[in-house]
């Protein structure tokens, strides 16, 4: 995967990998649940933690590849992805709960774009307090939005009864994967003018 990424960030087929890589890691992320719920005596948000796994190490390769950011903070990013993946399940949840009366479908629909956004949205944050983090609400405009609408997909997932498999992750992984570093790129295209 470090592979793919580190070609040609720069163009427009470097994001297109990026967005690969999210795909394979949304794939991946779907499958931990049965694995990691053989480890018993564990919290149920750290057992959600470690099913962001995948994405986390996606997210630490974009930080240390698109940033000019120190190796920890790539790491500390990959410790909020994994806080913004239980954040963003246990807003879902909660979502869901307040919508009781809504049809299963509208429920869904409401609970996906609320975690979608509360993840975006606490990644987006966590990665403006990096050393080198974009700071300009702007450049992350896009990662928040398509997290936003690419958390509806949690209604195709459970119309379709989908366990081992998502629409889900597959979509908002990619989406938030270029957002985030379309983000740092900006980033380090202005440290570099700067310089």
């Known amino acids: 995967m470090t592979e793919a990424i580190a070609a040609s960030d720069e163009t427009p087929k470097g994001l297109l990998k990026v967005a690969g890589a999210g795909l394979l890691t949304g794939v991946l992320t779907p ?3 049965p694995l990691i719920d053989r480890i018993n005596g564990t919290p149920g948000d ?3 933690a470690l099913v962001a796994i995948p994405f986390a190490i996606l997210v630490f390769i974009l930080v240390r590849r698109f940033s000019p950011n120190p190796w920890w903070a790539a ?3 990959a410790i909020v992805t994994m806080i913004a993946f239980v954040c963003a399940v246990n807003v879902a949840i909660w979502a869901d709960g307040r919508a009781a009366d809504a049809a299963k479908a509208t429920r869904n629909i409401l ?3 609320a975690g979608g956004f509360t993840g975006a949205t606490i990644m987006a944050v966590g990665m403006c307090l990096l050393p ?3 700071r300009d609400v702007g450049a992350w405009l896009p990662m928040l939005s398509v997290g936003t609408i690419a958390g509806a997909l949690l209604a195709l997932d459970n119309a379709l009864d989908l366990d081992l498999t998502s629409f889900l992750y597959p979509v908002w992984q990619a989406c938030v994967a270029v957002g985030l570093a379309t983000a740092l790129r900006r980033t380090r295209s202005l440290v570099d003018v700067n310089d």
Do not use: D, E, K, V
Request: net charge positive; charged share 5%; proline share 13%.
């Open 46 to 48: 750290f057992r959600i």
């Open 111 to 113: 609970a996906g774009l």
């Open 75 to 77: 790491l500390a990013a």
């Open 132 to 134: 080198a983090g974009p």
């Open 31 to 33: 499958l931990l649940p």
